[in-house]
């Protein structure tokens, strides 16, 4: 029989056997073997079946169904409709005492029509004066007000379950399980439903409506689906649960009991439209008078559309053109020295929904800020034009179940192309040049649940395709395809005790010489380093590929010992940084842990945790690069308070980053000490606090803290401060590379010094909630960073620590009048620019949210991006951090709203 295979994939498999080193072909081997077993363990459909305890039978709940508007929702449980529907009562408690029956008592109904299922839910006090119940935005009370969550297996998958939950003030609490995990949620959840609340006499009350538009089930004449219950009283630090799983077990929907009786609903075919306008005006202050593109406010107006459908039962589509992200909060303020890029969280809601569906178990596959990241393309010229991010001009996903137990997830998105605008001083003169080109991102994964146990597997193939045309410019810059074929694996045995997982996957990155060599070239990769002896720099190729794989093996329940391995392999070629993250490649990762815990509470602690961690990484060359060993210690207190200690030891490693594609460099021996306190996260004013002392062989040292004070002055007000502060001396901060250097170092000169940083920040969010619907957020963060180098050396030898250091030696350091450095060391004399700094900056976002009717939201925004930097290098203080307020700065203010229209 002839095997068929897709010429993609067959490209990748092709690149993937021709990588260079011996190595890769073994670690290959080794992931297909892993990758087999895998299958192979999975095959038996009643492998260590996941599901209630032996001998225990699932709890049974009854819903009645209702004639329609036979309930108004109010919160009153005053409708005669709620007395038709039997009660579920026998909670139990999972804290403070495990297995307890409830200080309250509490009575859940549920009750449906054509349209929705209804939730009717009674919880008793004895003293409601203790009923905290603080307003604030959707999703952001769940630790301080009492409240209820209700979970609903809708598949009956026994692994995914939506959660929709209200606290005793009326704000929404939503979440979507996507993994038997009580604690794995998807926050951005956020469905078109609604929920009332009243505090009285006996205790509260509440009632939910969740329309059975906002859920995917099976389309049968009578649902089944799995049930759960939790309600938290904040002031007994109590949770209750109809079904409980114990602390010592990781699972959620395989232990839910059954709601039964929904019979006659079909599955909506649900069509959404959210059209939105929206107007902005900016100004910058920071520009030269002289700029002409900084002459008074820019205003600006966009409209957009958004857009949900349902395709069948069980699959939504949602699309998505011209979108607008104008709330999303900024991202906070930072002074990279690395040449790493940082990774920021993803906030946009479009690509937050759904976002574990199109991603799989491995953290460089995909990273969905690289669509409408800004563009990198040149642009020089005395005053610049430059775009802040690349336009999404549409964008559409797929995600649901094409079977009971497969899932998809589809993501295609078009990008436009960008220019930036070019002036000269004093000419009236305009250019424009092109910075980013058209492009178009696909990813599609689909996912296989195997057995009773909850286990998965699944692929994922994505690709990145940009318009270059022969003789482009950009073409120099941008790489044209990527293409990356991944997948994952999960096995749960021993009743969902034991975890063995594989993800991994190959990437395939095509373009002209040029951009290749750049790729080469890039912080993932150096491959120019000239002691490199496997995958050399190649400045012809022009295409490149590689692979990652990482394996684990945990026990994740148990009364007292869990322990696991881990091992991750990145190939020298592999290469996702068009759609996916990565820091770098050409790694050999393997961790070990040990932990044992008490989660019974004694006389001191309700549970307490201790930790032994072993972590090394070598290159493909066999270098040891880091070597760290970890001891931590986590205890809860009886009165729920937490702290923490930690010790990390690091061993002397060979660094393949420290040159920036120079030879490998030594670094020193290392220690970290840490310590952080918290009191219980249900009190009304919540702190926090955590302290850091490291240091290294060579006098490298840091010291930091961190605080955190929340408190809320009135229901409707909260108020948090988090002030940061950190002070480090680093012996081997990079500066620069010159080609006139000695041999030994193969004709270059790495220059290195130390570096005096200290960096003082304070995050502050004020949050008012009107009502629920109707809340005004802020978040303000002064930012101050100053760096002092000085002690300026060249490395003396591949391999180790040791510097040239200029002014002694026989060579001569002299600093000039504008602060750069003339050294005089073994050849012509050069300059050294000045790279003392202190930043301030102040960036803020008030966002005003009313969502004036089920669905559709208006927004008022006010973001002011402030900052100043000078090459000045004295340490800045807590005045610094304050003067950044009145720099000059660009104030954005936005209006935008949407309307949902169900069209369907």
């Not at 689909?446 to 699944?458: C, M």
């Not at 690091?650 to 021996?669: F, K, N, V």
């Not at 170092?745 to 130390?754: E, K, Q």
């Not at 000085?790 to 504008?818: A, F, M």
Request: proline share 6%; net charge neutral; hydrophobic share 40%.
């Amino acid at each position: 029989m002839t095997a068929v295979c897709h010429p993609v994939i067959a490209r990748v498999h092709r690149g993937l056997r021709a990588d260079h080193a011996p190595l890769d072909r073994r670690a290959v081997g080794t992931f297909r073997t892993l990758l087999l077993l895998v299958a192979v363990w999975l095959l038996p459909p009643d492998a260590a079946a996941q599901g209630v305890p032996d001998g225990q039978i699932r709890k049974q709940a009854t819903a009645v169904r209702v004639a329609a508007g036979a309930i108004r929702l109010d919160g009153r449980l005053d409708d005669r409709a709620w007395q038709e529907a039997p009660p579920i009562t026998d909670f139990v408690q999972k804290e403070p005492i495990e297995g307890a029956p409830p200080t309250e008592a509490m009575e859940i109904r549920f009750v449906y029509d054509d349209r929705a299922l209804y939730i009717g839910a009674r919880m008793y006090s004895r003293n409601p004066g203790a009923i905290q119940a603080p307003m604030g935005r959707r999703d952001n009370v769940a630790a301080q007000s009492e409240s209820i969550i209700v979970s609903l297996d809708t598949f009956l998958d026994r692994r995914t379950a939506y959660s929709f939950g209200v606290s005793a003030s009326g704000v929404r609490l939503d979440r979507f399980h996507r993994q038997d995990d009580e604690a794995s949620f998807e926050e951005g959840f956020d469905p078109v439903s609604e929920a009332r609340s009243r505090i009285d006499d006996q205790g509260w009350t509440a009632e939910l409506w969740i329309p059975f538009s906002q859920l995917r089930f099976n389309d049968r004449p009578e649902q089944v689906w799995g049930l759960n219950v939790r309600r938290f009283t904040p002031h007994l630090e109590e949770e209750d649960y109809w079904v409980l799983v114990p602390r010592t077990e990781r699972a959620w929907a395989s232990r839910f009991g059954d709601l039964r009786g929904i019979a006659g609903v079909e599955p909506s075919r649900r069509v959404e439209l959210l059209p939105f306008v929206a107007g902005s005006s900016t100004a910058d202050g920071r520009a030269d008078a002289a700029d002409p593109f900084n002459r008074g406010n820019r205003p600006a107006g966009r409209a957009g559309l958004d857009m949900k459908m349902g395709l069948g039962p069980n699959l939504t589509l949602q699309g998505t053109v011209n979108p607008d992200f104008g709330q999303v909060e900024a991202d906070p303020a930072e002074v990279n020295l690395t040449a790493v890029p940082t990774r920021f969280v993803e906030k946009r809601p479009f690509f937050v929904d759904d976002s574990e569906l199109l991603n799989i178990a491995h953290p460089n596959f995909v990273y969905s800020r690289r669509i409408g990241a800004r563009p990198s393309g040149p642009a020089s010229a005395d005053f610049v034009d430059y775009p802040s991010g690349t336009t999404i001009q549409a964008a559409a996903k797929l995600t649901g179940r094409i079977r009971q137990r497969t899932s998809i997830g589809l993501l295609a998105a078009v990008t436009g192309e960008e220019t930036a605008r070019l002036a000269s001083r004093g000419t009236d003169r305009f250019e424009t040049v092109r910075v980013a080109v058209p492009a178009t991102y696909g990813l599609a994964r689909i996912q296989q649940e195997v057995g009773r146990s909850g286990s998965t597997a699944s692929v994922l193939v994505a690709a990145v395709h940009r318009a270059l045309t022969p003789g482009d410019p950009l073409a120099a810059w941008l790489t044209r395809d990527t293409v990356t074929v991944a997948g994952d694996a999960l096995l749960r045995l021993g009743n969902g005790e034991y975890e063995v997982r594989a993800a991994g996957g190959g990437t395939l990155v095509r373009g002209g010489a040029a951009a290749l060599e750049r790729l080469q070239r890039s912080s993932a990769h150096y491959a120019q380093r000239p002691d490199r002896t496997y995958a050399r720099f190649d400045p012809a190729r022009t295409s490149m590929s590689g692979y990652s794989w990482s394996a684990s093996v945990d026990r994740i329940s148990g009364r007292h010992w869990l322990f696991g391995a881990t091992a991750k392999v990145d190939s020298p070629g592999f290469s996702s940084n068009d759609i996916g993250f990565l820091m770098a490649a050409d790694g050999i990762q393997p961790r070990v842990y040990v932990r044992y815990r008490e989660t019974q509470p004694g006389p001191f602690f309700r549970s307490y945790a201790l930790e032994l961690r072993q972590s090394n990484e070598w290159n493909y060359g066999w270098n040891l690069q880091s070597a760290e060993t970890l001891s931590s210690i986590n205890a809860t207190w009886r009165n729920f308070w937490t702290s923490a200690v930690s010790a990390t030891v690091g061993r002397r490693g060979q660094s393949a980053t420290l040159t920036r594609g120079g030879p490998l460099m030594q670094t020193p021996r290392d220690w970290r000490l840490s310590a952080s306190v918290a009191n219980s996260a249900a009190s009304q004013t919540r702190w926090s606090g955590t302290a850091v002392a490291a240091g290294d062989e060579d006098g490298g040292m840091a010291q930091s803290g961190q605080a955190t004070l929340s408190f809320r002055p009135g229901p409707r007000w909260e108020l948090s401060v988090r002030p940061s502060y950190e002070r480090a001396t680093f012996t081997q901060q990079y500066v620069t590379t010159r080609g006139d250097g000695r041999a030994e170092t193969y004709g270059s000169r790495y220059i290195f010094a130390d570096i005096d940083r200290t960096t003082l920040s304070t995050q502050f969010r004020l949050n008012f909630t009107l009502k629920p619907d109707l809340t005004i957020d802020v978040y303000a963060e002064p930012f101050a960073a100053s760096g002092r180098y000085h002690n300026l050396g060249e490395l003396l030898l591949p391999g180790t620590r040791q510097r040239l250091t200029y002014g002694g030696s026989g060579t001569s350091l002299v600093r000039q009048g504008d602060g750069s450095l003339l050294v005089s060391a073994n050849g012509p004399a050069f300059l050294v620019s000045n790279r003392d700094f202190n930043v301030r900056s102040f960036r803020s976002t008030m966002v005003l949210r009313y969502e004036w009717r089920p669905g559709s939201t208006f927004y008022a925004v006010w973001q002011q991006d402030r900052g100043s930097e000078d090459a000045g290098g004295g340490r800045v203080g807590v005045a610094d951090l304050f003067e950044s307020i009145a720099e000059p700065g660009r104030n954005v203010l936005l209006v935008k709203t949407s309307f949902w229209l169900p069209v369907w």
